[in-house]
């Protein structure tokens, strides 16, 4: 079946803009997450989703970065007023979210974001 | 809080070489999970393998094997006989049961195999 996949796979934008980023995780997967890899700070979590449950956001670097996750499948991370700091690739991955013990996460190609 | 070390950055190995990529973590917590994750250049993150921490059996598949000793909090990861194309970024990640899941990841190991 298909993995997770991401759109777009390369975004420019200039200071200030705002962008958004896709995520549509494996299907039938209810956990999805959203990690930054950038060269100063290697991979960090961001946010995770698991079915209804409010999101965990204790990885959100500020509060120009938000997500969504609507009908509890696809995702968008939005980052607002975008800084040179924010370049970096962000990956987004998923899980069955069937709860209890830890699951193992699959990971799509992520998106290469540029603040020029 | 937890951490992972992965305190090679980078490693390089002629072709048909054993490698060990070293991974060691921290944590108070005693339910935990480990994994490894694979980044070729195509940027994707390719899941190696799993072990949550009661169980220390060393796992081998083909020519990856790992060796997770709580005793020294490490678990190493070693391809037997490389080849070209196992030349990537290698991740270990720790995962604690009570913290919704997230991974913490080590900084990564780029391993490289010439020919």
């Known amino acids: 079946g298909a993995g997770v996949s991401q759109s777009p796979s390369n975004k420019v934008t200039e200071k200030g803009k705002d962008v958004e980023l896709r995520c549509d995780p494996i299907s039938g997967h209810t956990a999805l997450y959203w990690y930054r890899q950038s060269l100063g700070q290697g991979l960090e979590f961001l946010i995770y989703?698991?079915?209804?449950?409010?999101?965990?956001k204790s990885g959100l670097p500020s509060d120009r970065f938000s997500a969504e996750r609507t009908g509890g499948s696809v995702s968008t991370l939005t980052i607002q007023r975008t800084q040179q700091e924010d370049s970096a690739v962000y990956l987004c991955a998923s899980s069955l979210g069937s709860g209890g013990a830890v699951e193992t996460q699959y990971f799509g190609p992520g998106t290469r974001l540029l603040v020029l | 809080a937890q951490k992972v070390t992965q305190a090679q950055t980078e490693i390089s190995v002629v072709e048909k070489e054993d490698v060990t990529l070293d991974c060691v973590y921290e944590t108070r917590d005693t339910t935990y999970y480990l994994f490894w994750y694979k980044q070729p250049p195509s940027g994707e993150l390719v899941f190696l393998i799993r072990?949550?921490?009661?169980?220390?059996q060393n796992e081998i598949s083909g020519r990856y094997s790992w060796n997770f000793q709580k005793s020294t909090s490490s678990f190493n990861f070693t391809i037997t006989a490389s080849q070209v194309v196992d030349s990537a970024v290698y991740f270990c990640?720790?995962?604690?049961?009570?913290?919704?899941?997230?991974?913490?990841f080590g900084g990564g190991t780029r391993l490289m195999v010439k020919p």
């Open positions: 989703f698991q079915g209804n449950s409010a999101p965990d």
């Open positions: 072990r949550n921490s009661f169980d220390e």
């Open positions: 990640a720790l995962s604690l049961n009570n913290a919704g899941n997230m991974l913490t």
